[in-house]
């Protein structure tokens, strides 16, 4: 008997592609597995720094995103009222020439009558410089809604921050603490390092109100009160300065400990740094007395108080931090009832931190050289590591929160030592970053300066004479001081009060602004289509690019269809959202695997789509922008290929950095290399170079890395950079609130400014969790990101939806009992803003005063081309309708008062059971009027193996 002829390994396709995922912020390699045009498998780049082979959930439904029968397929033009959904077919010549015809009068009228705001798009380098060209400040990206706070925190006081310009040194820790961590975001990286942690029995404590994901597999779970997480790190502060486990010498060697601070009061320098004459910070040495605090020959005091030539008074930074923390209000007992955490934990947690820190006694055998020539054997390392994501950061009290966290890690001389905390390239950055956000034009039209930036004083507040916002969404105003990433969820209440003026069109890429990303979503549908009395809308016109019909696309007069993420070019720079790890410098591409107008759809005709990066410099070349046009006015750049190859930011410095110079020969630095993409293409689609073993740590003050750096112009000079434990830039708004300096906020806001603009972290109360608010809304409600779901593209995707359709309440069993409630009942959920009415899961891992649910799974009917019968749009449900965008007092926006960051996660809530009979959730807005999709399954494969067995036939026409 002949046995059969069998292939164990048979062939995923007929060709790979190597490129970059899309199916969330991670960007992990991928290889593109194709079969006679059509996609076959995706699975993980072993060869990719970012993910070594690793891919989740997300990343192999990538093939049913770029499927998904929610694409757009052509520009669209509204015919009926705005919301409806009502559209018209166009090509793109008219699309593009109605585009220009709106965008060209502002330019020459008023540049600042376009509002210019990107979702996730993770192209800021492009569309922040279009801005740029176009003359608007009025540009703001993803992030002020989301991590603003953990960014420039972060940026202020280490140069760099958690989230993605840092991580855990996961080979050396032996003490993970993990803060407000879910799992949607950097998670394959992540994963990879918590299975090295666990292979050698590292402790990793979870600190997050929920217990999902990551928390799931730490050691220990701290289910935390939402909001407290600043509180319990000042205890944690207070117990290590109160048992004197701190590191004080690496204090004085990287941080600003020794510097000395002017104790002044009401004067116009208290609080600020001690100078010389030529400006040199001062220390007061044991022996000299006032010298440079920067020199290395000095015995610095970080305690006393000191007179100083001339007579001011004037003491260490470490004297103000001891002062402050060692407190009794932050004593674990003290803090113990308001974050919910037994005093005897605080301090456990405490004894443990100091142990890795200090027992462990981790040295590796590295020589290097400090950037003031000192040269050391080794390499001393701190084996206690941290890691904070959104749970710490969406809170009205996050930004000086993300620094209480960095003070705990420097006291442990837990920063980029080995075992702990580490940067991870093109940071550290000097403090702050050198790019002020721009505000005056030039004469060509543009700004000075991109849009977003990071302010260092009053001065650079992008405000009137009179000092009121010039911006929009406020951003950069007295209000909001530093909004690095500018105010999305700010800008369309603005624009529609016409508050500080009107606006003519607003601009948006990749941002459900109408949804899933508006806080307050009944009014921001009403204020996207609300009319003056002659019926003209309020906000006159609104362009929108997305790749799927999203609730945002029915508000759009103009929609311009994105591709899919294997149809087109992108850059993952270092000017932009890099993907470094802390040993080498890594940027990446994505390049077109399909053309658009080849891949199937369920109506049998061509998708006519373009990149919406590609489209932006078409704009730009038919406006006439600066930068996009040559001299006899041509277009400067065919597309986006084009530009990532040729565009230069400064002489040798473009949006990528491998394979630079004419021949490719060059990295980091270098004039454009025509076979660039192709190179890259090559090689797996990715560029990394690693850091000399020797750089690889201390990078703030390693003489090897410096160099390394301003080499590839991650740094402007060979500088150390000295972490600020006391910000000297938050007391000079301080001093203006309190009448100093020539740049002063208006009256209603100086005792704002006098409060939250501490240049030591503080906590207080969340906005929305005052004592009136916790006795009337007694539980905090949050949201968790599942990590097979990102955002709202992924409730969509037909595989992802098999892991879930609908979402629920989770509520502690006891909590659940106190109100009465059984499984699946209905209730009735209350927030000082509104109402909903969903289904209540018992969960036993929440903290018993808080509720949650998994974010942005609920949809609008008719959007995303669901069904109009989808468990996403008939159960599913936002907590977003519960949230306001402005406080409870109404005067400021439901936002932190230093940066702007949306406080998404100060909401406080009731609930009862509902008297409500219906069989679905509340509110229910009226039905999108999309295209219905088609009633047969999104199936899968059908072809392939009709390939493989020629002799079957199918029915799957529209598919892969």
């Known amino acids: 008997m002949r046995e059969p002829q069998l292939n164990p390994s048979p062939s995923p396709g007929d060709a790979v592609h190597a490129t970059t995922c899309y199916m969330c912020a991670c960007r992990c390699g991928i290889k593109v597995w194709t079969l006679e045009g059509r996609i076959r498998y995706i699975q993980g780049n072993p060869d990719h720094p970012v993910n070594r082979g690793v891919l989740c959930a997300k990343g192999s439904a990538g093939l049913m995103q770029h499927y998904s029968p929610a694409r757009l397929t052509r520009p669209l033009l509204r015919v009926g009222e705005r919301g409806k959904g009502e559209f018209k077919e166009i090509g793109w010549d008219e699309a593009m020439a109605i585009a220009t015809s709106w965008l060209a009068p502002i330019r020459a009228r008023n540049p600042d009558e376009l509002a210019f705001f990107t979702g996730r798009d993770q192209s800021q380098a492009l569309t922040g410089w279009w801005a740029q060209q176009f003359g608007t400040v009025n540009y703001a990206a993803h992030g002020g809604f989301c991590s603003v706070n953990m960014a420039a925190g972060g940026l202020y006081t280490l140069g760099g921050s958690f989230w993605e310009f840092g991580e855990p040194d996961w080979d050396h820790t032996q003490y993970l603490m993990l803060w407000g961590v879910a799992e949607d975001h950097d998670s394959n990286p992540i994963k990879l390092g918590l299975g090295k942690l666990k292979a050698r029995g590292a402790k990793i404590v979870a600190v997050n109100p929920v217990r999902s994901g990551y928390g799931a597999i730490a050691d220990e779970w701290i289910g935390i009160r939402p909001g407290t997480d600043g509180l319990f790190a000042f205890a944690l502060i207070h117990e290590l300065l109160r048992s004197d486990r701190i590191d004080l010498d690496y204090l004085v060697r990287y941080a600003n400990a020794h510097w000395l601070v002017v104790r002044n009061p009401g004067g116009a320098d208290d609080g600020l740094f001690a100078r010389d004459l030529d400006g ?10 006032a010298v440079d605090a920067r020199a290395v020959d000095t015995t610095p005091m970080v305690v006393g108080e000191y007179t100083l030539p001339g007579g001011r008074t004037a003491v260490p930074v470490f004297q103000l931090l001891a002062e402050r923390y060692l407190d009794p209000q932050y004593a674990p007992d003290a803090v113990s009832e308001r974050c919910g955490i037994p005093g005897d934990t605080i301090r456990r947690i405490a004894r443990e931190l100091a142990s890795a820190a200090f027992d462990s006694k981790l040295s590796l055998p590295i020589a290097w050289t400090d950037a003031w020539g000192r040269e050391h054997a080794t390499m001393e390392g701190r084996a206690v590591s941290m890691h904070a994501m959104r749970g710490i950061s969406a809170h009205s009290n996050g930004f000086h929160t993300c620094r209480a966290l960095h003070v705990l890690q420097l006291l442990l001389g837990a920063v980029d030592a080995p075992g702990s905390f580490r940067f991870q390239p093109p940071f550290p950055k000097p403090i702050p970053p050198g790019n002020r956000p721009g505000k005056a034009r030039r004469a060509d039209g543009g700004l000075d300066s991109t849009p977003l930036g990071f302010v260092h004083a009053p ?13 929009i969404d406020h951003a950069y105003s007295w209000a909001y001081p530093l909004a690095a990433h500018g105010m999305m969820h700010t800008m369309i209440r603005n624009a529609w009060a016409g508050d500080p003026y009107r606006i003519d069109t607003l601009l948006m890429f990749m941002a459900n602004m109408s949804w899933n990303s508006a806080m307050n979503t009944s009014e921001t549908m009403h204020w996207l289509t609300d009319t003056f009395e002659d019926g003209e809308y309020r906000i006159p016109r609104i362009i929108y690019s997305d790749a799927y019909a999203s609730e945002m696309v029915a508000y759009a007069d103009l929609v311009l269809p994105d591709t899919t993420y294997l149809e ?21 591409i994505r390049h077109p695997i399909f053309d658009s107008a080849t891949q199937p759809t369920d109506d049998g005709r061509p998708r006519d789509v373009r990149g919406f990066q590609t489209v932006l410099l078409e ?17 400067k750049y065919a597309d986006y290929a084009d530009y990532i190859v040729n565009h230069e930011r400064t002489p040798g410095v473009g949006l990528l950095a491998g394979w630079r110079g004419e021949d490719g020969s060059l990295e980091g630095k270098g004039a454009p290399n025509p076979h660039q993409l192709q190179q890259y293409i090559a090689h797996g689609g990715f560029w990394h170079s690693p850091i000399p073993e020797s750089a690889r740590y201390y ?16 740094v402007p000079n060979e500088q150390p950079i000295v972490m600020q434990l006391y910000s000297e830039t938050l007391q ?3 001093l203006a609130a309190l009448g100093h300096g020539a740049h002063q906020p208006p009256d209603e806001h100086r005792t704002r400014v006098a409060t939250y603009f501490d240049p030591l972290p503080i906590w207080y109360e969340p906005f929305e969790h005052d004592q009136t608010s916790r006795e009337t809304y007694p539980l905090s409600a949050i949201t968790q990101r599942p990590m097979h779901m990102y955002h709202a593209w992924h409730s969509q995707n037909a595989w992802l939806r098999q892991i879930q359709t609908r979402n629920a309440l989770f509520v502690h069993p006891d909590t659940g009992a106190r109100y009465g409630l059984a499984e699946d009942d209905w209730v009735d959920v209350d927030s000082h803003h509104g109402t909903i009415t969903v289904q209540v899961r018992f969960a036993g891992n929440v903290q018993p005063d808080t509720v949650w649910t998994w974010n942005a799974i609920g949809k609008r009917r008719g959007a995303w081309r669901l069904s109009k019968d989808a468990p996403e749009s008939k159960r599913g449900f936002l907590l977003n309708h519960l949230i306001s965008d402005v406080t409870p007092k109404g005067d400021y926006a439901n936002a932190d008062p230093v940066t702007g960051q949306a ?14 009979t219906a069989d679905e959730s509340a509110p229910q807005f009226a039905p999108l009027q999309f295209k219905p999709a088609p009633d047969h399954p999104l199936r899968y494969g059908a072809k392939s193996r009709n390939h493989e067995h020629p002799s079957k036939t199918s029915t799957d026409d529209t598919l892969p």
């Not at 087109?568 to 990446?588: F, T």
């Open 280 to 289: 040199n910070v001062l220390c007061w040495d044991r022996e000299r007395g």
């Open 903 to 916: 406080a998404w996660f100060d909401l406080r809530v009731r609930i009862r059971k509902s008297d409500a």
């Open 459 to 471: 001065e650079d507040l992008v405000v009137d004479a009179d000092g009121q916002p010039r911006r």
């Open 568 to 588: 087109r070019h992108d850059a993952i720079s270092l000017l932009d959202r890099p993907i470094s790890d802390a040993d080498c410098a890594s940027d990446a």
């Open 732 to 734: 000079k708004f301080r």
């Open 619 to 635: 704009l730009g070349a038919r406006l006439g922008l600066p930068g996009m046009v040559e001299a006899d006015g041509a277009p």
């Open 699 to 714: 990078k703030m003050a390693n003489r090897d890395y410096l160099r390394w750096a301003h080499g590839f112009g991650f």
